[in-house]
């Protein structure tokens, strides 16, 4: 199972905020859109940054309410770990493991194509292991 499986159900909507937009843009910006994270874009590369919920808090906790004011970018994780649209699922899940992070943008031919969060693998992953366990039932009972 490849990546493309999970944006072809999921969809190919990624939503995205300049590096100069202020925190608290990007709090309403993932609070309206119940997401958590958001892809910071400057119109050169397909992803300049993300930054995510744990970023907000983060700087809050260390800046205090005025971190709010702050550009995205003083925040915002620079060095992006992106997938391609034919990226294993198995490794995509691996990789968010061991790396420790809950969202990877999809970037195919030097644009932003998607993005697949770690729950997007996990509903991936459980579809999976229910149609093998239906295939497994069905079998038992023809056999």
């Avoid at 309410?65 to 702050?70: P, W």
């Avoid at 992006?80 to 992070?101: A, G, H, I, P, Y």
């Amino acid at each position: 199972m490849n990546v493309d499986r999970i944006l072809s159900v999921k969809g190919r909507n990624v939503v995205s905020i300049e590096a100069n937009r202020s925190l608290s843009e990007a709090a309403r910006l993932l609070s309206e859109r119940r997401i958590g994270a958001v892809v910071v874009v400057d119109g050169k590369q397909p992803v300049s940054g993300i930054l995510s919920e744990r970023d907000i808090v983060k700087a809050i906790a260390a800046y205090g309410a005025q971190a709010l004011d702050e550009p995205v970018s003083r925040f915002m994780t620079g060095q992006v770990v992106t997938c391609t649209s034919r990226s294993s699922v198995n490794d995509l899940m691996e990789l968010m493991t061991q790396q420790k992070f809950r969202h990877v943008p999809v970037v195919d031919g030097g644009q932003l194509v998607g993005i697949i969060s770690i729950g997007d693998v996990v509903k991936q992953r459980v579809e999976e292991i229910e149609a093998e366990s239906q295939a497994i039932k069905e079998y038992i009972a023809t056999a």
